[in-house]
C-alpha cells in the first residue's frame, strides 16, 4: 500500500494513524491535508479532519554497516545517493590518498614518529570535512567540537544542512566514517568519531523511539508479528534499545544487510 486517506480528531492524529498503517516514518512521506476538521460545539457539528498520505518513492538503500574504507566499492555506493554527488569525487581522490599514505606506514613505520595532540587531530578532521563541505556546495559550514574521552563529537551547522544529512541520513553517516578514518590517521590511540548536522541525530532517534512503540502495540493488538522496513545496524539497536523494556513483546533482525530489517513479535 502507497497511499491512503485516513481520518481523525485532528490532523496530527490522522497522520499519526496513516504512518501506522504505511509503517513509516513522516520524513518518508507526503501529506496532504483534504480538511483539517472541526471540534464542533456540545458534540454537535464535529467534523473529522482527513488527510492523504502518499509514500514517497524509494530510493536504494545505503548501508553503513557494509561501508568500509578505503574501499572502491564503499565510495560508489556513497556515490549513487543523489544529494552527495558532487562529493564522491572528492571522497575518491581523499581514498587514494589515505590508502597511499597508509600503505607508506605500514611499510615504513616509525615509532619516533610523533604523534598527533587531540587538538591536531580535531583540526586536521575538522578541515577535512570542510574541503567535503565545500565540494558539495556548501559554504557556510560552521563546525564545533568537543573531546569527552576517547570520542571526538563534531556539530556541524549550515543553512545547507539537508545536502549533509542525505536521504535517512546516509550521506552523514558516510561522512561520519571518513572523519573516523582522518582522525584515527597517525594517533596513538583509538578515537571515536561522531559527526552530527543540528540535531539531526536526536530527532532521528526520537522518530524511530516513536515508531517502535507504534508497532509493537500494533503486534499486540494484531496477535501477529510486524516487519519494520530495511535500516542500517544502527538504526536497529536504536529501535532493540526502545522495546528493550517490554515484556510482551520480542524483537529481532532478519534478512542480510543492505536488506536487513527488525521484527517485533508478541509473545503470547
Same mark, same amino acid.
Given at each position: 500500500?502507497?497511499?491512503?486517506?485516513? $481520518?481523525?480528531?485532528?490532523?496530527?492524529?490522522? /497522520?499519526?494513524? +496513516?504512518?501506522? =498503517?504505511? *509503517?513509516?516514518?513522516?520524513?518518508?512521506?507526503?501529506?496532504?491535508?483534504?480538511?483539517?476538521?472541526?471540534?464542533?460545539?456540545?458534540?454537535?457539528?464535529?467534523?473529522?479532519?482527513?488527510?492523504?498520505? =502518499?509514500?514517497?518513492? #524509494?530510493?536504494?538503500?545505503?548501508? $553503513?554497516?557494509?561501508?568500509?574504507?578505503? *574501499?572502491?566499492?564503499?565510495v560508489e555506493k556513497i556515490a549513487k545517493e543523489p544529494v552527495s554527488v558532487q562529493v564522491s569525487e572528492s571522497e575518491t581522490l581523499i581514498e587514494q590518498t589515505v590508502k597511499q599514505d597508509t600503505a607508506e606506514q605500514a611499510e615504513s613505520a616509525d615509532l619516533s614518529e610523533p604523534i598527533l595532540t587531540d587538538d591536531e587531530i580535531i583540526a586536521e578532521t575538522s578541515a577535512y570535512i570542510c574541503q567535503i563541505a565545500k565540494d558539495m556546495g556548501?559554504?557556510?559550514?560552521? !563546525?564545533?567540537?568537543?573531546?569527552?574521552?576517547?570520542?571526538?563529537?563534531?556539530?556541524?551547522?549550515?543553512?545547507?544542512?539537508?545536502?549533509? /544529512?542525505?536521504? @535517512?541520513?546516509? $550521506?552523514? *553517516?558516510?561522512?561520519?566514517?571518513?572523519?573516523?578514518?582522518?582522525?584515527? =590517521?597517525?594517533?596513538?590511540?583509538?578515537?571515536?568519531?561522531?559527526?552530527?548536522?543540528? &540535531?539531526?541525530?536526536?530527532? @532521528?532517534?526520537?522518530?524511530?523511539?516513536?515508531?517502535?512503540?507504534?508497532?509493537?502495540?500494533?503486534? !499486540?493488538?494484531?496477535?501477529? =508479528?510486524?516487519?519494520?522496513?530495511?535500516?542500517?545496524? *544502527?538504526?536497529?539497536?536504536?529501535? %532493540? %534499545? +526502545?522495546?528493550?523494556?517490554?515484556? &510482551? !513483546?520480542?524483537?529481532?533482525? #532478519?534478512?542480510?544487510?543492505? @536488506?536487513?530489517?527488525?521484527? /517485533?513479535?508478541? /509473545?503470547?
Amino acid at each position: 500500500m502507497s497511499e491512503i486517506r485516513q $481520518t481523525g480528531k485532528t490532523v496530527e492524529d490522522a /497522520i499519526a494513524s +496513516a504512518l501506522e =498503517k504505511l *509503517n513509516t516514518l513522516r520524513e518518508q512521506v507526503d501529506v496532504q491535508v483534504i480538511t483539517e476538521g472541526k471540534k464542533g460545539f456540545l458534540g454537535f457539528g464535529a467534523v473529522p479532519a482527513e488527510v492523504l498520505v =502518499k509514500r514517497l518513492p #524509494e530510493e536504494p538503500i545505503q548501508s $553503513t554497516s557494509s561501508f568500509s574504507y578505503p *574501499n572502491e566499492k564503499a565510495v560508489e555506493k556513497i556515490a549513487k545517493e543523489p544529494v552527495s554527488v558532487q562529493v564522491s569525487e572528492s571522497e575518491t581522490l581523499i581514498e587514494q590518498t589515505v590508502k597511499q599514505d597508509t600503505a607508506e606506514q605500514a611499510e615504513s613505520a616509525d615509532l619516533s614518529e610523533p604523534i598527533l595532540t587531540d587538538d591536531e587531530i580535531i583540526a586536521e578532521t575538522s578541515a577535512y570535512i570542510c574541503q567535503i563541505a565545500k565540494d558539495m556546495g556548501v559554504e557556510d559550514l560552521q !563546525i564545533s567540537s568537543e573531546k569527552q574521552g576517547k570520542t571526538l563529537h563534531f556539530q556541524l551547522e549550515s543553512e545547507k544542512a539537508a545536502y549533509l /544529512i542525505g536521504k @535517512r541520513g546516509s $550521506t552523514l *553517516n558516510a561522512l561520519q566514517q571518513l572523519a573516523q578514518l582522518v582522525a584515527n =590517521k597517525g594517533t596513538g590511540t583509538y578515537k571515536v568519531v561522531r559527526v552530527d548536522v543540528g &540535531d539531526y541525530r536526536v530527532r @532521528r532517534e526520537e522518530a524511530l523511539e516513536q515508531l517502535a512503540e507504534r508497532m509493537a502495540d500494533k503486534a !499486540i493488538r494484531s496477535g501477529q =508479528k510486524v516487519q519494520l522496513e530495511p535500516m542500517p545496524s *544502527n538504526e536497529r539497536k536504536v529501535l %532493540h %534499545h +526502545a522495546l528493550a523494556d517490554r515484556l &510482551d !513483546i520480542e524483537t529481532y533482525s #532478519e534478512g542480510k544487510d543492505p @536488506r536487513r530489517y527488525l521484527v /517485533i513479535e508478541p /509473545i503470547v
